[in-house]
T-cell receptor, first 114, second 117 residues
């Protein structure tokens, strides 16, 4: 069974600085996808970025990048130039090719300080 | 519609009553997922469908919970004989493709907040 671990319940970052949110996963399926979602206080779930297990390069989407270390089974989210609007819960999730359900980690609450 | 639609938005029910939560996915999306989310926690997987077929129901807490998607579009999550511990946000999500991940992240609805009194 797949498992997603986010070890940081809460993180603080100064506005305009970069922050890394940790995510480790466990799977025996060689083919899988990793996703990050943002959940602001409004409650909606916003898809941020995707990384495939066979992707050679780390994914990037604007200020978001994914530090993918396959051998260590980690997929950390890096947010550059933090903004006050980045304050939210962030969830890491994984989907396996042979088991299409998608499982989420417990989340990290990010607070951006002005 | 443009997004995943869930109804009702809020549901208050008395312990012992049955409730039915509805999800209308994005048109054309093959896969449909149900999650339960407690405050401050990550979404907890309940079940998912590809078209009308229920692929995995291992996350359903007990046999009071069931889900269906009879025509491969709208889905209903039913909770029978509700208990106070069932109180939570219930979220539905849909995805375009069942195999390829890159172009098929989950798109979430705004959820149904269930309160069992």
């Amino acid at each position: 069974a797949q498992k997603i671990t986010q070890t940081q319940p809460g993180m603080f970052v100064q506005e305009k600085e970069a922050v890394t949110l940790d995510c480790t996963y466990d799977t025996s399926d060689p083919s899988y996808g990793l996703f990050w979602y943002k959940q602001p206080s409004s409650g909606e779930m916003i898809f941020l970025i995707y990384q495939g297990s066979y992707d050679q390069q780390n994914a990037t989407e604007g200020r978001y990048s994914l530090n993918f270390q396959k051998a260590r089974k980690s997929a950390n989210l890096v947010i550059s130039a933090s903004q006050l609007g980045d304050s939210a819960m962030y969830f890491c999730a994984m989907r396996e090719y042979n088991n299409n359900d998608m499982r989420f980690g417990a989340g990290t609450r990010l607070t951006v300080k002005p | 519609g443009a997004g995943v639609s869930q109804s009702p938005r809020y549901k208050v029910t008395k312990r012992g009553q049955d409730v039915a939560l509805r999800c209308d996915p994005i048109s054309g999306h093959v896969s449909l997922y149900w999650y339960r989310q407690a405050l401050g926690q990550g979404p907890e997987f309940l079940t998912y469908f590809n078209y009308e077929a229920q692929q995995d129901k291992s996350g359903l807490p007990n046999d009071r919970f069931s889900a269906e998607r009879p025509e491969g579009s709208i889905s209903t999550l039913t909770i029978q004989r509700t208990e106070q511990r069932d109180s939570a946000m219930y979220r539905c999500a849909s995805s375009l493709a069942q195999g390829g991940f890159r172009n098929s992240p989950l798109h979430f609805g705004n959820g149904t907040r269930l309160t069992v009194t």
